[in-house]
Nanobody, 135 residues
Framework: QVQLVESVGGSVQAGGSLRLSCAASGYTNSVYCMGWFRQAPGKGREGVAVIDNNSKMIYADSVKGRFTISQDNTKNTLSLQMNSLKPEDSAFYYC?????????????????????????????WGQGNQVTVSS
């Protein structure tokens, strides 16, 4: 059974940094994509950054140059380094894993276009954690 366990989010002042981590277990397939999504109150779930097993990655325009996604395959850990945080980055952040390549293509497209990701379309989600950026 796949499990995604995320580190605790946190609170920071604008301009500060936070690092999120997601430990994946129970998944042995070499083909996948993993990513970070966020959801603010009253809004859809937005793709923030996604990476696949070939290290192809994509970022939402709103976080380019500020956020960095990385993965440690040895430890099955996905991370998101968030720098120069803004109040509009405040949201509930989720880690996700998708094993189906055709769904991964769709996920990449949603991030590229900037439309919300339907949660039911992605197979595995972490529990999510709140990130709050104060001005």
């Amino acid at each position: 059974q796949v499990q995604l366990v995320e580190s605790v989010g946190g609170s920071v002042q604008a301009g500060g940094s936070l690092r999120l981590s997601c430990a994946a277990s129970g998944y042995t397939n070499s083909v996948y994509c993993m990513g970070w999504f966020r959801q603010a109150p009253g809004k859809g779930r937005e793709g923030v950054a996604v990476i696949d097993n070939n290290s192809k990655m994509i970022y939402a325009d709103s976080v380019k140059g500020r956020f960095t996604i990385s993965q440690d395959n040895t430890k099955n850990t996905l991370s998101l380094q968030m720098n120069s945080l803004k109040p509009e980055d405040s949201a509930f952040y989720y880690c996700a894993l998708e094993p189906r390549p055709w769904v991964c293509s769709s996920v990449f497209d949603t991030v590229l276009v900037g439309v919300p990701q339907e949660p039911s379309e992605v197979r595995h989600w972490g529990q999510g954690n709140q990130v709050t950026v104060s001005s």
